[in-house]
């Protein structure tokens, strides 16, 4: 399914709404895996999730196949420091904005690096990642 520019909007206004406490990051080995790679904390994805534009919009929403909600697709480049230089990453970032068991917001259920080509509909002009 594809979301219009206004959908993607109203979707990063709610994930901005959201109180970082409530945020809860998949323990998912290959999203833990790479944060430790970039030496990347929960303060750090925040940050990302934060700076989600339209146009890192990839694909979505789609029914949340572990659970309620939906599920939305993003790609962002992310800066890591290697040796005091600046190293540009590219991130798959799958999200949902659901209601847990224990009442809090799920939303981060990927944060690696893309396992496929990616395309951002809305890139002026249209952006494809390959992998």
């Known amino acids: 399914m594809s979301a219009t520019r206004l959908q993607v909007q109203g979707f990063l206004n709610q994930l901005s709404a959201i ?15 790479f944060l430790d790679e970039l030496d990347f904390d929960m303060r750090d994805v925040i940050m990302a999730l934060r700076q989600l534009r339209v146009e890192d919009y990839s694909y979505g929403p789609n029914q949340n196949d572990w659970g309620a909600g939906w599920v939305w697709h993003f790609g962002k480049a992310v800066i890591q420091w290697v040796d005091e230089e600046q190293v540009v990453r590219r991130v798959y970032i799958k999200l949902c904005l659901a ?13 690696h690096p893309p396992e496929r080509t990616m395309t951002f509909p809305f890139s002026k002009p249209p952006v494809q990642w390959s992998v």
């Open 19 to 33: 109180n970082p406490k409530e945020i809860i990051l998949s323990r998912q080995r290959k999203t833990l895996d």
């Open 99 to 111: 209601v847990s068991k224990d009442g809090r917001k799920t939303t981060c259920m990927s944060f």
